[in-house]
């Protein structure tokens, strides 16, 4: 008969931990206590990309505003004759998509995980309550 050890349990599982802080690393986030980072990451939806997959295509009807947790994504356009124009990289940290949740406008520019990326996003309503919210705070 062997003895059993209990587990501790961690109030936050560890895959929650490290979501929490890539969105503490987001500038909008910055000194947000963690009750509300874990109010705004329940109302996330969170995709891991692989290396080469779009994450937003220009013609897509999808609004969402875009947070980079972990990874590195690029903005870019078709130039014609088989080009691309690059617009920015986005590093974690870093934001994208907001314009189209604001305006409600198409995307103008298709986005490409450069590395695999771990991305958290969110509805337009969602993000436009955050802002309000945000901004009163401040």
């Known amino acids: 008969m062997g003895i059993t050890r209990q587990r501790r349990k961690s109030p936050i599982r560890p895959a929650r931990m490290s979501a929490l802080l890539g969105l503490q690393k987001v500038e909008l986030f910055a000194g947000l206590d963690s009750y509300s980072l874990r109010e705004i990451a329940a109302q996330c939806k969170w995709t891991r990309c692989k290396r080469n997959e779009y994450v937003i295509r220009r013609d897509g009807t999808d609004r969402d505003v875009y947070f980079v947790i972990a990874g590195l994504v690029r903005v870019g356009a078709a130039a014609g004759r088989g080009r ?26 298709d986005v490409l995980a450069v590395r695999e990326s771990l ?7 969602v993000f436009r309550a955050i802002l309000a919210n945000h901004a009163s705070v401040r």
């Open 119 to 125: 991305l958290a996003s969110m509805s337009p309503e």
């Open 84 to 109: 691309r124009i690059i617009f920015r990289d986005i590093p974690a940290g870093e934001v994208f998509g907001e314009h189209s949740a604001i305006d409600g406008r198409a995307r103008f520019a």
